[in-house]
């Protein structure tokens, strides 16, 4: 996702199955402009975060929206580009991020597959790091780890819960970095995911 939004495109994921359903395992740490983004330690010991806002617009629009990875860096945290390698069919495909990480550090890429469920009144998209899937770019760190969740819960024909849970594991940066990422990244996002609706 963590992207670093994605990351965070958006950075750490797992397979969140039932991805609220614990929400006691979660620590509230900013609470802005309807924008809530929590906090814990998942099995891995990586800080991952649960990011969650009210959308006023119906479930399909904002799922085009996220689906743009094209366009991605526009609007999600410390992208500096994105775009899909290649769409295999309507519920997966291959995603690619470059995350500008701040000077003096060295900026990072990552490779996902996406993958899209729907139910009623409910779509999951989940990324997965593949961090094979393309050769690895000298100039740039791969990450190797990563994991982004975004539910859409319809409330009314006006109205969608939109929720981010995400991971990464960056190696060689100062915790001082990834907590500016896992707190900044998702409100950074959210509010720019609300602005164009």
Known sequence: MTLINFLILNLNILSFEGITSDINDWVLKKNENNIKVYLR????????????TVVSSDIDSILKFILNFDNSYKWMYRLEDSK??????????????????????????????????????KVTVNLTSTPGYIPLDKNLIRILD????????????????????SYAVIDKIPSFVVDMFILDGPLHSMKNLRRNF
């Open 146 to 165: 990563s994991k982004s969740t975004w539910i859409l819960s319809k409330i009314d024909s006006n109205r969608t819960k939109v929720t981010l849970q």
């Open 41 to 52: 330690k998942n099995e891995k010991n990586t800080s991952e975060y649960l990011a969650e």
């Open 84 to 121: 899909i390698l290649e769409k295999s069919n309507d519920t997966l495909f291959y995603v690619y991020f470059k995350m500008e990480m701040g000077w003096p550090l060295k900026k990072r890429d990552l490779v996902s597959d996406v993958k899209i469920l729907s139910e009623d009144n």
